[in-house]
């Protein structure tokens, strides 16, 4: 058979009424494939992260969005206080102007991971956490604790008791820090810069709203974001702000029932789903 011939059949094949079908079967039986490879991937972050539960017992931490209401001012501050803080993705963008670094940091965006490993490996902090899906590529970072990152199945928000077996995808890499800093028995969450606000946003019923005014991120994640693009990689994101307050509320029933309290000290946003605390007045007795 000519090759032409050949592409002709190929393309009236996707043209007809089957290739949906066969295309679907064939992505459900390559992840199926994925996960039985790379299912061993995490057994040494399963016991590496196991040493680490309650290992914070009772203290307070600060997970740090990224945010446009992040300052440099409020990090160095934890710093000065010496603040146990968490932070994610691309805050190492931030790093040339600040002596405050995160005490644990955390990645789960597949894009995030594949785009800039190499930067992520440069980070120095006491805990460097990766989570990634069995369901795909798994890339090795320098000197990471691996998690399997899990998604829920559809129309359900999972919160994770024992972050060793699994994450769950929240749709935000803060769902998946609040995750890592209840296993590790912070009995006190403190959020920063999680304004929970983002130019595009895409409800569950699939309808975007676009406000051009909003800034999706401190300014340096802007223009040195994960794909290489600056701001055009900012106008590309449509962010699930449906899901991920689901996923929030998910995280407040489970400090609720854990006696853990989660508050929010972010300077403005639109997070209302833990109670809000004014930053400053944290370290008035300190």
């Not at 209302?272 to 605390?277: G, I």
């Amino acid at each position: 058979m000519a090759v032409s011939q050949m592409y002709k059949l190929t393309n009236k094949f996707r043209e007809g009424p089957l290739y949906p079908f066969f295309r679907g079967t064939s992505r459900t039986i390559e992840k199926a494939v994925k996960r039985v490879l790379n299912i061993n991937r995490f057994t040494s972050g399963r016991t590496a992260i196991q040493k680490y539960r309650n290992f914070y017992d009772g203290q307070r931490c600060f997970i740090i969005g990224n945010g446009p209401s992040l300052t440099i001012k409020d990090l160095e501050k934890l710093k000065e206080y010496g603040e146990i803080s968490i932070a994610s993705n691309s805050i190492y963008n931030l790093f040339p102007d600040t002596g405050w670094r995160p005490t644990i940091y955390t990645v789960h965006d597949f894009q995030e991971i594949k785009k800039t490993r190499e930067k992520i490996s440069a980070v120095e902090t006491e805990l460097k956490i990766i989570a990634m899906s069995a369901d795909g590529r798994i890339y090795d970072i320098d000197g990471a604790i691996l998690l399997r990152l899990i998604e829920p199945p559809k129309g359900k928000i999972l919160f994770s008791d024992d972050i060793s077996k699994c994450v769950y995808d929240g749709s935000t890499v803060t769902y998946v820090s609040i995750q890592c800093a209840c296993y590790m028995g912070f009995k006190e969450i403190i959020l920063l810069g999680v304004d929970h606000s983002f130019a595009r946003e895409i409800t569950k019923d699939g309808k975007i709203t676009v406000n051009n005014a909003i800034k999706n991120h401190f300014q340096k994640y802007q223009t040195e974001s994960f794909w290489g693009n600056g701001q055009k990689d900012e106008e590309a994101v449509v962010f699930p702000l449906d899901l991920a307050t689901e996923a929030f509320i998910e995280a407040r029933h489970y400090a609720d029932e854990h006696g853990i309290k989660i508050l929010n000290a972010t300077r403005g946003g639109k997070l209302e789903v833990f109670e809000r605390v004014n930053f400053d007045s944290l370290f008035a007795d300190k």
